[in-house]
Nanobody
Framework: QVQLVESGGGLVQSGGSLRLSCAAS????????MGWFRQAPGNEREFVAA????????YYGDSVQGRFTISRDNAKNTVYLQMNRLKPEDTAVYYC????????????????????WGQGTQVTVSS
């Protein structure tokens, strides 16, 4: 079992920044790739960013490319999502997820490949 707890969400003005954190426990953190997804009311959950076990491979959704940065600190069992130049359309509940049993440099953009999910943290961007 893996437990994931997100934090760092909140209300921010358009153009502002937030950093989300996701603390993991239950299994060695470097044994799974990590991803961030988001879900706005009435929408499906969508891919935001992913990072491999090594931290050397990252992927981003088209709508956040160049504005968001995913990173991980394997010593702190934490994955981060730095969000800059936020827009109202970034408003959503953000979830982190763990993908177990993958290769060292692998990361997935597919929601159904992830095995464990956090409870989510709300991000609201005002215009």
């Amino acid at each position: 079992q893996v437990q994931l707890v997100e934090s760092g969400g909140g209300l921010v003005q358009s153009g502002g920044s937030l950093r989300l954190s996701c603390a993991a426990s239950g299994r060695p953190f470097n044994s799974y790739a990590m991803g961030w997804f988001r879900q706005a009311p009435g929408n499906e959950r969508e891919f935001v960013a992913a990072i491999s076990r090594s931290g050397g491979t990252t992927y981003y959704g088209d709508s956040v490319q160049g504005r968001f940065t995913i990173s991980r600190d394997n010593a702190k069992n934490t994955v981060y999502l730095q969000m800059n130049r936020l827009k109202p359309e970034d408003t959503a509940v953000y979830y982190c997820a763990a993908d177990l049993g993958v290769r060292w440099y692998y990361a997935s953009v597919r929601l159904n490949e992830y095995d464990y999910w956090g409870q989510g943290t709300q991000v609201t961007v005002s215009s």
